[in-house]
C-alpha cells in the first residue's frame, strides 16, 4: 500500500494496474453505499423521518479506470487535498456558505478554512471526470418505511431484511442493465466496493453477491478496497452521496430537477444511467 502522503509521488495509473492485474473481471464495478440514514420529513423534526439505504457507483473497463486515477490524483493535487468524500464535502459547503455553524470537530474536516469558490469548483472539476465513464452510473435506494408497508401488503416477503432486499435489487438491476441491447457483450465484470469495518454488513454484501455469481458467468469476484488507495471508489462515494442527497430532497417534498453536478455525473442528469432502482 502506498502511504496516502506520498501518492503525488507515485505513478497512480501504474499502481491502480498492478492491483486491478489480480482480479478476473476485466470491467470493474465501483460500489460505495450509505445505509440506514434518517432523513425527517418536512415541519416534523425527528419524530416522523424515513430511514433511507442508498448506493451508488460507475462502471468501467481496466483501463478506463486507470487512465481515471491519473486524471482524478492530478486534480487532488491541483486543489492539495488528499482525497475527496463528499459528506465532508458538504459539511465544509454548508460552513462556507453559512448555512449552519461548523462543529466542534470541523478543524478535523479536511476541506476546514476553504472558500465557497474553492469547494464548488473541487467538486465540479472531480464531477467531469467521474461522469465521463463509457458504461456508466449505477446506483439505487430504498426506504425502510416504505419497504415495511410493502411487507405488510404481501409484496415483499416477512421477514427479509431490507438492506439485503436492497443489496439484492443492486445486483439485479446490474443485470437487467446487462440485458438491454449491446450491453450483453459486456467482459467478465469484478465488483468492487468501498471497504467497511462492519462485518455483518459486509457479509450481507457477499452473501448477496453469491446467488448471482452462480447463475451469472459474467460476475468474475467481489472485493473490498480503501477508497484512499483506489481512487475510482471517490467517485463512486460522489454517486452514492448524491443520490442520497436526491432521494434527501424527494422525501422532503422539494421539486425534482438535473443540477449542473447532475448532468456532470449522470450525463443526462437522471442517477443511473446504466442501472436504477427504488423502493419508496
Given at each position: 500500500?502506498?502511504?496516502?502522503?506520498?501518492?503525488?509521488?507515485?505513478?497512480?495509473?501504474?499502481?491502480?494496474?498492478?492491483?486491478?492485474?489480480?482480479?478476473?473481471?476485466?470491467?470493474?464495478?465501483?460500489?460505495?453505499?450509505?445505509?440506514?440514514?434518517?432523513?425527517?420529513?418536512?415541519?416534523?423534526?425527528?419524530?416522523?423521518?424515513?430511514?433511507?439505504s442508498a448506493f451508488g457507483?460507475?462502471?468501467?473497463?481496466?483501463?478506463?479506470?486507470?487512465?481515471?486515477?491519473?486524471?482524478?490524483?492530478?486534480?487532488?493535487?491541483?486543489?492539495?487535498?488528499?482525497?475527496?468524500?463528499?459528506?465532508?464535502?458538504?459539511?465544509?459547503?454548508?460552513?462556507?456558505?453559512?448555512?449552519?455553524?461548523?462543529?466542534?470537530?470541523?478543524?478535523?474536516?479536511?476541506?476546514?478554512?476553504?472558500?465557497?469558490?474553492?469547494?464548488?469548483?473541487?467538486?465540479?472539476?472531480?464531477?467531469?471526470?467521474?461522469?465521463?465513464?463509457?458504461?456508466?452510473?449505477?446506483?439505487?435506494?430504498?426506504?425502510?418505511?416504505?419497504?415495511?408497508?410493502?411487507?405488510a401488503a404481501g409484496e415483499?416477503?416477512?421477514?427479509?431484511?431490507?438492506?439485503?432486499?436492497?443489496?439484492?435489487?443492486?445486483?439485479?438491476?446490474?443485470?437487467?442493465?446487462?440485458?438491454?441491447?449491446?450491453?450483453?457483450?459486456?467482459?467478465?465484470?469484478?465488483?468492487?466496493?468501498?471497504?467497511?469495518?462492519?462485518?455483518?454488513?459486509?457479509?450481507?454484501?457477499?452473501?448477496?453477491?453469491?446467488?448471482?455469481?452462480?447463475?451469472?458467468?459474467?460476475?468474475?469476484?467481489?472485493?473490498?478496497?480503501?477508497?484512499?488507495?483506489?481512487?475510482?471508489?471517490?467517485?463512486?462515494?460522489?454517486?452514492?452521496?448524491?443520490?442520497?442527497?436526491?432521494?434527501?430532497?424527494?422525501?422532503?417534498?422539494?421539486p425534482s430537477s438535473a443540477?449542473?453536478?447532475?448532468?456532470?455525473?449522470?450525463?443526462?442528469?437522471?442517477?443511473?444511467?446504466?442501472?436504477?432502482?427504488?423502493?419508496?
Open positions: 500500500m502506498i502511504p496516502p502522503h506520498e501518492k503525488s509521488k507515485c505513478d497512480v495509473a501504474k499502481y491502480f494496474l498492478r492491483c486491478a492485474s489480480s482480479l478476473p473481471g476485466r470491467v470493474l464495478v465501483m460500489l460505495t453505499a450509505y445505509a440506514d440514514e434518517s432523513v425527517a420529513q418536512p415541519g416534523s423534526g425527528s419524530k416522523n423521518s424515513f430511514s433511507i457507483g460507475y462502471v468501467a473497463s481496466v483501463e478506463e479506470w486507470q487512465q481515471f486515477s491519473v486524471r482524478w490524483q492530478r486534480v487532488l493535487n491541483n486543489y492539495d487535498a488528499e482525497a475527496f468524500h463528499f459528506r465532508e464535502w458538504a459539511l465544509a459547503a454548508s460552513v462556507a456558505k453559512k448555512k449552519r455553524s461548523a462543529p466542534s470537530s470541523f478543524h478535523k474536516n479536511p476541506y476546514c478554512g476553504w472558500k465557497e469558490t474553492k469547494l464548488t469548483a473541487f467538486l465540479y472539476d472531480l464531477a467531469g471526470i467521474a461522469g465521463t465513464r463509457k458504461y456508466g452510473s449505477f446506483g439505487g435506494f430504498i426506504s425502510l418505511e416504505r419497504f415495511t408497508e410493502r411487507q415483499i416477503l416477512i421477514g427479509e431484511d431490507h438492506r439485503d432486499f436492497c443489496l439484492k435489487g443492486c445486483f439485479q438491476a446490474f443485470i437487467d442493465a446487462l440485458n438491454t441491447e449491446g450491453s450483453n457483450r459486456i467482459e467478465p465484470v469484478s465488483f468492487i466496493w468501498d471497504g467497511t469495518k462492519d462485518a455483518s454488513w459486509k457479509k450481507s454484501i457477499t452473501d448477496a453477491y453469491e446467488p448471482f455469481r452462480r447463475r451469472n458467468p459474467t460476475f468474475a469476484s467481489i472485493s473490498f478496497a480503501d477508497d484512499k488507495f483506489c481512487l475510482p471508489l471517490q467517485a463512486a462515494d460522489m454517486v452514492s452521496y448524491r443520490i442520497r442527497q436526491k432521494t434527501d430532497s424527494r422525501f422532503r417534498g422539494e443540477s449542473h453536478l447532475d448532468k456532470l455525473l449522470f450525463g443526462d442528469g437522471t442517477e443511473g444511467r446504466l442501472g436504477f432502482f427504488n423502493i419508496q
